[in-house]
């Protein structure tokens, strides 16, 4: 098993230009979530989806977008990149919301 | 409002010492609490798990504590080595109230752990 793979690993973009983050988990787990990490701040949820064709907001949801159209997949779109998002971001997915969350290996984001 | 707290934020610790982490919640109703270890450049991996009936679980060098009255877990580093210097991660997860329920963790700030030579 690939556990939960992110891509790409480093990204660099331009104020206004939008992207999106992908994330994949081949370990059959409904629930998947994403998160960005600021240094002094911890792990802050931005969109979670608890299964195929449901997704719910975090606590850091502006500037993002989420869909869930697999059960493998779960792609966050920056739709007007912004200095204020640039972060490391995790995809992480679980069996439920409160069991282990496996994390992916991350991906750091710069906004100039 | 759901909340955990670590401290201390940061410490320093010579190869070979204990240390010991702190975290100390107000998530209810509560289900379980992990400690998760997150190496530099990587995605954070889950060490142990204590839920409500548990008070002490050890694993390898790591031993981890519950107070569920006090609302208090640690995490104690025997024989610190150099590759547990990492940040550590108290998370915690509220019980499930209604189907389908969404987020249900509420994450600590973290502890950065540096073990010098």
Known sequence: NAGVTQTPKFQVLKTGQSMTLQCAQDMNHEYMSWYRQDPGMGLRLIHYSVGAGITDQGEVPNGYNVSRSTTEDFPLRLLSAAPSQTSVYFCA???????????????RLTVT | KNQVEQSPQSLIILEGKNCTLQCNYTVSPFSNLRWYKQDTGRGPVSLTIMTFSENTKSN?????????????????????QLSDSASYICVVSAAE????????????????????P
């Open chain 2, 97 to 116: 109230m209604i189907k389908a329920a969404g987020n249900k963790l509420t994450f600590g700030g973290g502890t950065r752990v540096l073990v010098k």
């Open chain 1, 93 to 107: 997915s679980s069996y439920n919301g409160g069991d282990e969350q496996y994390f992916g290996p991350g991906t």
């Open chain 2, 60 to 80: 390898r060098r790591y031993t981890a504590t519950l107070d569920a009255d006090t609302k208090q877990s640690s995490l104690h580093i025997t024989a610190s």
